[in-house]
């Protein structure tokens, strides 16, 4: 049974620039949740996605967008990149939007340049 | 409120050794505090969860005490061995219409001396 996957593993970009990270939720899992992971951090949440619909949003800009498909993968998009976006970026499934579990994949790593 | 503070930052235990990790929050309102487990280059990793109608919750070598009271609650690893060293987190989950935010603590790094 696959556990949360995410690629890329790595990215570097420029700022400025806009990037899109992806995420494929645990087998049965329909609820991908996406997390900012600072270094020497703890992870802090974006937004969630239900149904295809983002259902709740932490303390992020606009600049920071995403979208779930019928399969329930999804994607976290940010646009207009700043040095400061640099982080593990960490997305966690659950099977159902009021389920309490979270699991997380191994996240991926952006360096803004 | 919204915060959970997580002490000590790091932590140095023998091995077979108790390690011990505190979290403290505010809001009454959260339902769900579950205990994370993350090595270097990894995601978290779901380690133990309690909820806040529970004292204590036991899994193997590690323990959740929860004191709703003083809404403080701990991890506790029994018999610590070196493979159980790596970075902590304590969490918890928004009630209500936040129920899909885990805010987390800032982290405790363990390292478990041979």
């Known amino acids: 049974d696959a556990g949360v996957t995410q690629s890329p593993t790595h990215l570097i970009k420029t700022r400025g620039q806009q990037v899109t990270l992806r995420c494929s939720p645990k087998?049965?899992?329909?609820?991908v949740s996406w997390y900012q992971q600072a270094l020497g951090q703890g992870p802090q949440f974006i937004f969630q996605?239900?149904?295809?619909?983002?259902?709740q949003r932490g303390n992020f800009p606009d600049r920071f967008s995403g979208h779930q498909f019928p399969n329930y993968s999804s994607e976290l998009n940010v646009n207009a990149l700043l040095l400061g976006d640099s982080a593990l970026y960490l997305c966690?499934?659950?099977?159902?939007?009021?389920?309490?579990?979270?699991?997380f994949g191994p996240g991926t790593r952006l360096t803004v340049t | 409120q919204q915060q959970v503070k997580q002490s000590p930052q790091s932590l140095i235990v023998q091995k077979g050794g108790i390690s011990i990790i505190n979290c403290a929050y505010e809001?009454?309102?959260?339902?769900?505090f579950p205990w994370y487990q993350q090595f270097p280059g990894k995601g978290p990793a779901l380690l133990i969860a309690?909820?806040?109608?529970?004292s204590e919750k036991k899994e193997g070598r590690f323990t959740i005490s929860f004191n709703k009271s003083a809404k403080q609650f701990s991890l506790h690893i029994m018999d610590s061995q070196p493979g159980d060293s790596a970075t902590y987190f304590c969490?918890?989950?928004?009630?209500?219409?936040?129920?899909?935010?885990?805010?987390f603590g800032k982290g405790t790094k363990l390292s478990v001396k041979p």
């Open positions: 966690a499934s659950s099977p159902g939007q009021g389920t309490r579990e979270q699991y």
């Open positions: 087998s049965g899992h329909d609820t």
């Open positions: 996605y239900y149904e295809e619909e983002e259902r």
């Open positions: 809001n009454t309102a959260f339902d769900y």
């Open positions: 309690i909820r806040p109608d529970v």
């Open positions: 969490a918890a989950r928004g009630g209500g219409g936040s129920q899909g935010n885990l805010i």
